[in-house]
């Protein structure tokens, strides 16, 4: 990037700090009906250990999501970094960026209100959900497996390997792959925390 780059998220970032130095205190705030905000008081350390402590005790059930935390987060590194890192040129990463976390828009509106729609039992939703759910994940992950094969871990590193372009021809397969890859973490996270 150029150094005016750099100098515009100078001046980005100082405008931001200029304009939170013009907020009202939180204790001056009224609400149109009169009544004043409640100011919650910051937990400390401790309290917050207790708090975790307290949980696991009268909510076990909260560690029946540590497998799902794992599976929703662990990969991440290989999206961002060994697919979209080591595969693309720079404009053509933020271009893959800008369209994942769309569709995870996308994905997380879909699922949300397929899920919340009355129109079937709750019971009937969570088993075409949790098909719908699977049919995807072999899809996008079996289309990812594919994609996986025309390269290595020793090619992501290779400073000499020409990146794809989103001018390049065979860039559109990789770009659909990878925009799934967004939806289907909305997805899956949608339906397990629902």
Not at 13 to 26: P, Q
Not at 63 to 77: D, E, I, K, L, R
Not at 173 to 181: A, C, E
């Amino acid at each position: 990037m150029s150094d005016g780059t750099y100098v515009g998220f100078l001046v980005l970032t100082g405008i931001g700090a200029l304009l939170a130095v013009t907020l009202v205190s939180s204790k001056s705030v009224v609400r149109s009906d009169g009544s004043r905000v409640i100011l919650m008081k910051n937990p400390s350390w401790k309290s917050e250990i207790c708090g975790l402590i307290a949980v696991f005790r009268t909510d076990t059930y909260i560690v029946s999501f540590f497998p799902m935390f794992f599976a929703s987060n662990f990969f991440y590194t290989y999206h961002f970094n060994c697919v979209n890192g080591s595969n693309f040129n720079a404009r053509t990463k933020a271009l893959n960026d800008i369209l994942y976390w769309i569709m995870q828009i996308i994905g997380s509106f879909i699922f949300g209100y397929a899920l919340d729609h009355k129109a079937a039992k709750r019971s009937t939703r969570a088993q075409v959900a949790w098909f719908a759910l699977f049919a995807i994940t072999m899809v996008i992950w079996g289309g990812g497996y594919q994609f996986q094969k025309g390269f290595t871990r020793a090619d992501a590193s290779d400073k000499t390997r020409v990146r794809l372009d989103w001018t390049h021809k065979g860039y559109v397969g990789p770009l659909f792959l990878y925009m799934f890859y967004g939806f289907y973490d909305a997805a899956f996270q949608t339906c397990v925390y629902w």
